[in-house]
């Protein structure tokens, strides 16, 4: 038997006299969302069956004694008995919750992160000058760079600050070793390198970048030829080793084209998204401009698209609003925090949202006339 909500302070009921005088209570000592009221006999009785305060019903206490709490429930489906419960809906779009990183704890570890690469790029470079000046070469200019770089090695050890590495070595020693010593070591390179066996470059650039800043000029051409018809993986590195207008000019040539037919081919299909195109844009999101990924989204019409489906399967599916706010939540979790940050975008994904609403509304006032 359920017990209702209320506080009834049972010593009220439970005196001594067996009388059996049937005498209801006061319902201003009794509160709660139902108002129950048990009669003095019901309360005797309760008494020569050995029932103690705050103790279960049954022969053993076993009963609940916690009272079931009222669940207010907006616009849920009507009629729906004691214990209802929406089920848990699988709209293909769960997307498992990063664990949460505080923002300051990001940066230091992308400052560690750097730093660790300062170092690595002071060893690479003085093992080059070393190795050549064990192949004979003694010229005045090698032996400064070798000089130049034993000195600001110094400056990596203790504490300090990002970039105070490249800042102590003198300008002449960092332009002698980026012309004469990496460029026509990264030429032999660039035309050995694998990205498939190498996509993060760790081999011949990655730990080369503190000190050049970016992919060089001359070496563009070639890279982009290895890399233009690669994956997330091959390409997701180069968008901070190439320079913002070597990126700029690789990213409007293969990454956007590939994006626009992604969006283009796209299926949406209620209850269940099937299609994993869409996740495959957003993986790549944000390596571009918000507003190139805007852009795409609206000249091929996805929002469209996505209202249209949603709107088909409200009025042919009548799905529950359980399932049909799952759905509609389930795509905003699958863009990027960037994206929906944008006006436009959110104003998408709300109006989808309020399209559930109304539906629902029908709904409800169909079976309350059941």
């Known amino acids: 038997m359920a017990m209702l909500e209320s506080n009834i302070d049972f010593s009220t009921l439970l005196d001594t006299s ?25 309360a005797n009785m309760m008494r020569r069956w050995n029932y103690r305060e705050g103790s279960g019903l049954g022969a053993q206490g076993q009963g609940i004694v916690a009272p079931i709490q ?8 009507p009629k729906a008995g004691l214990g209802y419960r929406e089920k848990p809906y699988d709209n293909g779009l769960h997307v498992p919750p990063e664990p949460p990183v505080e923002e300051e704890c990001r940066e230091w570890e992308n400052i560690a992160r750097a730093m660790r690469l300062e170092t690595e790029c002071c060893e690479t470079i003085l093992a080059l000058l070393q190795d050549m000046r064990l192949q004979g070469d003694d010229s005045v200019e090698t032996m400064d760079a070798l000089k130049a770089m034993a000195e600001s090695k110094k400056g990596l050890h203790g504490k300090r600050m990002l970039g105070t590495w490249k800042a102590r070595l003198p300008s002449s020693a960092a332009r002698y070793i980026i012309e004469q010593v990496i460029t026509p070591r990264m030429v032999v390179d660039v035309r050995e390198w694998k990205p498939s066996w190498d996509p993060d470059c760790h081999d011949w650039l990655r730990p080369l970048i503190p000190l050049i800043g970016h992919l060089p000029e ?9 890399i233009r018809n690669g994956d997330y993986e091959v390409v997701s590195p180069w968008k901070e080793y190439l320079s913002p ?15 626009t037919r992604l969006v283009r081919d796209m299926r949406i299909t209620p209850p269940k998204q099937t299609d994993p195109s869409f996740r495959m844009v957003m993986l790549w ?12 989204l609206e000249a091929e019409q996805f929002f469209d698209k ?13 799905p529950s609003l359980g399932e049909a706010t799952a759905w509609c939540t389930g795509w905003k979790t699958l863009f990027t925090p960037e994206l929906l940050a944008d006006e436009t975008v959110l104003a998408h994904l709300d109006a989808g949202l309020d399209m559930v609403d109304p539906a629902m509304q029908d709904l409800d006032s169909l079976f309350s006339k059941l």
């Not at 009222?70 to 489906?77: F, I, M, N, T």
């Not at 001359?218 to 290895?226: A, C, D, I, M, N």
């Not at 996505?306 to 088909?312: D, Q, T, V």
């Open 18 to 42: 067996d009388s059996g005088e049937d005498k209801p209570l006061n319902p201003s000592v009794m509160s709660g969302s139902f108002v129950f009221l048990p009669s003095r006999a019901v």
């Open 70 to 77: 009222a669940v207010v429930r907006v616009r849920r489906r």
């Open 218 to 226: 001359s070496l563009y051409g070639t890279v982009e030829s290895k």
């Open 245 to 259: 207008v070597q990126w700029d000019t690789f990213s409007k040539l293969h990454i956007l084209p590939m994006l």
């Open 285 to 296: 999101a944000p390596l571009l401009r918000v507003q190139d990924v805007v852009s795409i």
């Open 306 to 318: 996505w209202e249209g489906a949603l709107r088909h399967w409200l009025q042919a599916a009548k």
